[in-house]
Every structure is written in C-alpha cells, then in structure tokens.
C-alpha cells in the first residue's frame, strides 16, 4: 500500500471555501491523475498530468483546481464554484511509457461540505 | 469520448460459484483493460488486466477475456469465496489519450457462505 499517499483522510468544509486535498508518490511515476467517487458510482477523471508543469482537464474539471511543481506532488483544490464536492477522492500515478497504464491508487480523501 | 458500459450492476453468488462480469467499450483504440476490486471505503485495487495483443489471461481463480471485434471484456471468479465480496470495477484506456482510465460504473458482487 506504500508509496502513494493523500491527506487528509477525511476533510470538511464550509460552503465557499475552497480546501486543497494532497497527494503525494514517492514511486517516480511520471503520470498522476485525480478521480472523483459517488456513491454507488465509478471513478471520474478530474485532472490528470503526463509530467511535471503540465496537466489536463479531465472529464469533470469544473471547479477545480491542479498543480505539478514536482514530480511526487499533485494537489488538487476543491474552489467554491464546485456546486457539490462532497465526494470520495482518489489521487493515482502511474510510470510513462506505452506499455505502462497500470494506474496506483492513494488511500482516498473524505470531502464533506457542511 | 471513450465510454465504459459494466453490466450487471450488482451480483450475487453463493459461495463455490462461478461470477462473471461483463463490460463493453466505445473507443476501437482502446488497448489496456485493468479491473479493479474496491472494498468499502478503500482504494481500488488492480487484480487482473489485460492488453489488447492477448486474448484471454488467468491467475488462479480469477480470468478476463477480451474480444476486440465486439469491444468487449469480461470478468470471470471461479470458486467464489466470501472475502471475493467487494465493488469489481472495469476500466478501458488507450494510450494516445494519456493513459487515462475510463471507468465502468461498478458491479457489487455478494458472496454468500
């Protein structure tokens, strides 16, 4: 279970603040993307970054946040223009290279508006 | 887009049966099909996967199969054991779109003992 980690394990927050959940690999993995989970759903893309300075939207971007100064870090903030982010969040990396999309997943990320 | 259909939303064996689930997927370009176990409030773990140049790969009890002319992939536990309880999730990339995974909604499967 090393070597991908989120925290908190459970956050709350007051509607119109925006709160920043971190994700940390110590795997050197080039690739690491943010899912969001509902539940009784799947897991959708939010952001996802191929290397470090860059990153794309994924298929639910809107009011969210992404960074990648670094390598092993890509935090991902919640804005208070997300009209409904109580949700379970999972950060995951993965190596580059055409033959490794196997994607890693941190512990998750409890967010609960108030 | 690429899009992932997962049937059947939830599944229930008795302990010593076989469980299969199935998923289809949109995109022809896909070519990586992981599936993933979640238990209740954990992450995703991988369990199987398979790349499009295979057709069928086994590891003890669990097997996917993929058929790339239909565009879809299957899921199969034999000998089911309670502890096999969780969310199984199918996923589908390709990697001209950045190794990104689409998910499959989700399939509970209930063992009973």
């Known amino acids: 279970d090393g070597g991908i980690t989120q925290s908190p394990k459970y956050l709350f927050r007051k509607e119109g603040q925006n709160v920043t959940l971190s994700c940390e690999q110590n795997l050197n993995h080039d690739a690491m993307y943010w899912y969001r989970q509902d539940p009784g759903q799947g897991l959708r893309l939010i952001y996802y970054s191929q290397i470090v300075n860059d990153f794309q939207k994924g298929d639910i971007a809107e009011g969210y946040s992404v960074s990648r100064e670094k390598k092993e870090s890509f935090p991902l903030t919640v804005t208070s223009a997300q009209k409904n982010p109580t949700a379970f969040y999972l950060c995951a990396s993965s190596p580059a290279g055409q033959f490794s999309n196997e994607q890693f997943f941190g512990p998750g990320t409890r967010l609960t508006v108030l | 887009g690429e899009n992932v259909e997962q049937h059947p939303s939830t599944l229930s064996v008795q302990e010593g049966d076989s469980a299969v689930i199935k998923c289809t997927y949109s995109d022809s370009a896909s070519n990586y099909f992981p599936w993933y176990k979640q238990e209740l409030g954990k992450r995703p773990q991988l369990i199987i996967d398979?790349?499009?140049?295979?057709g069928e790969k086994k590891d003890q009890r669990i097997a996917v199969t993929l058929n790339k002319t239909a565009k879809h992939f299957s899921l199969h536990i034999t000998e089911t054991q309670p502890e096999d309880s969780a969310v199984y999730f199918c996923a589908a990339s390709s990697y001209n779109q950045g190794g990104k995974l689409i998910f499959g909604q989700g399939t509970e499967l209930s063992v009973k003992p």
């Open positions: 398979i790349r499009s140049n295979v």
